[in-house]
C-alpha cells in the first residue's frame, strides 16, 4: 500500500531553475514574477568562455497563464569568464538575454500538434528553466571571444604576444631544402678560416 501511494506522489517543486505552475493557476492571464539568484558554474561554451565557477545567473521573469501552456519572458543575466581566442589573455564580459518560451500544458493542441523538441512542455504542473536558459546563453557568447576586436595574437614562432613584440618583430627563417647545406658548408667555411 505504501508502494502505490509513493508512486503517485507528485515530485515536490524543488530546485532554483524549477517553477511551480500551480502559484500561477491556469486562468489565461494570470501572472507571477519571479527575481532569482542561480547557482550556473559551466553554463556557456566550456574551455572557451562560460560562468565561472561559483558564478550565477541573474533571473528576471514574468510567468503568464495562457491557454496553450505559460509563457515565460524576460531576462537572464550573468558575469561570464574565459580566454581570448587570439592571444589567450584572460577576458570576462557581462551577457544579458532576452527570453520568450511558452511551455505547454500537456494534452492542450501545442502539445499534441508538436515535435518534442519543437517547444517546452510542462511535466507534473512544474517548469524547469535550465535548458532554456542554458541554450540562450550559449547562442549568446561569442564562439571565437578576443580581449579587443584589433587584436594580433601570439607570435606562431616563439609564443610572444605581437602587441607586445613590435613591428619590426620577426624571425629569420630558411627553406628546409638548404639548412642541411648551409649546416655542412657553413661548418667547412669555419673550419677552413680558422687554417
Not at 500561477?24 to 562560460?50: F, H, K
Not at 491557454?67 to 531576462?75: A, C, F, N, P
Request: proline share 6%; charged share 25%; aromatic share 4%.
Amino acid at each position: 500500500m505504501s508502494e502505490h501511494r509513493h508512486a503517485s506522489a507528485r515530485p515536490t517543486a524543488t530546485g532554483p531553475w524549477i517553477i511551480d505552475t500551480r502559484d500561477i493557476g491556469r486562468r489565461a492571464g494570470t501572472s507571477r514574477s519571479y527575481q532569482r539568484s542561480v547557482p550556473a558554474a559551466g553554463l556557456g561554451l566550456l574551455d572557451v568562455i562560460a560562468v565561472p565557477e561559483g558564478g550565477t545567473v541573474e533571473l528576471d521573469l514574468l510567468a503568464e497563464s495562457v491557454v496553450e501552456g505559460v509563457l515565460i519572458s524576460g531576462t537572464a543575466s550573468a558575469d561570464v569568464a574565459g580566454e581570448c581566442s587570439r592571444c589567450l589573455d584572460p577576458i570576462s564580459d557581462h551577457v544579458e538575454i532576452k527570453l520568450m518560451e511558452l511551455f505547454a500544458y500537456p494534452d492542450s493542441a501545442t502539445d499534441e500538434t508538436t515535435d518534442e523538441d519543437e517547444v517546452s512542455r510542462i511535466s507534473d504542473d512544474l517548469i524547469d528553466l535550465e535548458p532554456v536558459v542554458r541554450d540562450a546563453v550559449v547562442l549568446a557568447l561569442p564562439q571565437v571571444p578576443l580581449c579587443s576586436p584589433d587584436c594580433l595574437g601570439l607570435c606562431v614562432e616563439c609564443g610572444g604576444k605581437l602587441a607586445e613584440l613590435g613591428p619590426d618583430h620577426g624571425h629569420e627563417t630558411m627553406d628546409p631544402r638548404w639548412a642541411a647545406l648551409q649546416e655542412r658548408f657553413g661548418g667547412n667555411r669555419d673550419n677552413s678560416e680558422e687554417n
